[in-house]
């Protein structure tokens, strides 16, 4: 690679040769001594600023002089050498502070700096107190530690709004301050984000189809309690009390053969009404696409084994098998929630994300 050696005037910041007695703008480089045929023409700037510089390539044209008007150093002295003074930033707010320090130009040559660094990469000078401090701060209301904010990963055309959680409540529904209008599956008033103890809360505000939240593992649930799993929701019930006896005449009704059973899985369907019931034959019963005891091959967003319900002595379990878009527990009442946390409303999938 090759480098020419030449001068960079300090009144126009024009590039020169070595060599070169005079700028173009008529300033005389202090470098070299005035010749008795041209003596020294009137000084615009001060000879501390010439600068020796180092270019690639050999073409001796000069180089675009920079805009420096915006830069806090702009307006340097015209007369004298006195050299020029570190600006100071003490006045400025948090937010000027970052947007000085994300587009910093050097106070001695007015070079960008790139953000974080401490000195010049082509002068040496160091970056000040107040611009390398501004690297950490917070500067908008969206990084404060203290506040959340939820996105729609799954919205019918919404994906990746995100609300930004600032106020002290926000009701989620088709009215509110976090609004699904064209959603039927969501309440007016569905459900509430709120803070409490420095911690993000939802609350389900008596919405017809519920708050569903992604388990995380395994957790309890109670006879009459519905979780989603891909598009199927389901409700654990209990094993119905038998019936059995003959009629007035002693004859038994005959049907298929009866299994012990701790518990059963009922599907829900759109608008209320049951579909599918699964009696457990053992402790426990799987749920999923192919392979388990209730299966759905043609729901896309099933795996292949999604989650699993566990009867130990009458308490139950819920178990994400690993899958590929989780299972979801309908909330009674209001739960804590999480960074990285999903939840359901109606057909929208949000995701709770924390800045602390």
């Given at each position: 690679m090759d480098f020419e050696i030449g001068i960079v005037c300090g009144a126009c910041d024009r590039y020169a040769p070595m060599g070169t007695r005079a700028c173009a703008c008529g300033h005389d480089l202090a470098l070299f001594q005035a010749s008795p045929e041209r003596p020294a023409r009137a000084r615009t700037a001060p000879a501390g600023d010439l600068r020796v510089a180092a270019r690639r390539?050999?073409?001796a044209e000069p180089l675009p002089s920079r805009q420096k008007t915006d830069h806090p150093a702009a307006s340097r002295s015209t007369t004298g050498s006195r050299p020029r003074q570190a600006p100071s930033y003490a006045h400025l707010s948090q937010e000027e502070l970052m947007?000085?320090?994300r587009h910093y130009l050097c106070w001695q040559c007015y070079t960008p700096v790139p953000s974080g660094h401490k000195f010049c990469g082509r002068c040496g000078a160091e970056t000040p107190a107040e611009i390398a401090d501004a690297q950490e701060r917070y500067f908008s209301e969206m990084q404060n530690p203290k506040h959340a904010r939820i996105v729609v990963i799954r919205g019918e055309g919404l994906e990746g709004l995100a609300y930004h959680l600032k106020q002290e409540q926000h009701v989620a529904g088709r009215r509110g301050g976090i609004e699904f209008p064209d959603d039927p599956f969501i309440s007016p008033k569905h459900a509430n984000f709120f803070y409490r103890d420095a911690r993000l809360f939802v609350r389900d505000e008596g919405s017809l189809n519920g708050v569903f939240v992604r388990v995380r593992g395994t957790v309890d649930i109670a006879v009459g309690d519905t979780f989603?799993?891909?598009?199927q929701v389901f409700r654990l019930d209990p094993t119905p009390r038998a019936t059995d006896g003959g009629d007035a005449e002693g004859t038994q009704?005959?049907?298929?053969?009866k299994y012990p059973s701790p518990f059963r899985i009922t599907q829900v369907l759109e608008g209320g009404s049951l579909g599918m019931t699964v009696c457990a034959r053992g402790p426990s019963l799987v749920v999923g696409r192919e392979g388990g005891d209730l299966n759905f091959p043609s729901d896309i967003?099933?795996?292949?084994?999604?989650c699993r319900i566990d009867d130990a002595g009458g308490r139950f379990t819920l178990t994400d098998l690993g899958s590929r878009?989780?299972?979801?527990a309908r909330i009674q009442g209001e739960r804590p929630l999480g960074h990285g946390d999903y939840v359901f409303l109606g057909r929208k999938l949000l995701r709770v994300e924390l800045n602390s």
């Open positions: 390539g050999a073409s947007d000085q320090a989603l799993a891909g598009e009704f005959y049907s298929s053969p967003y099933m795996s292949g084994s999604h878009n989780g299972t979801y």
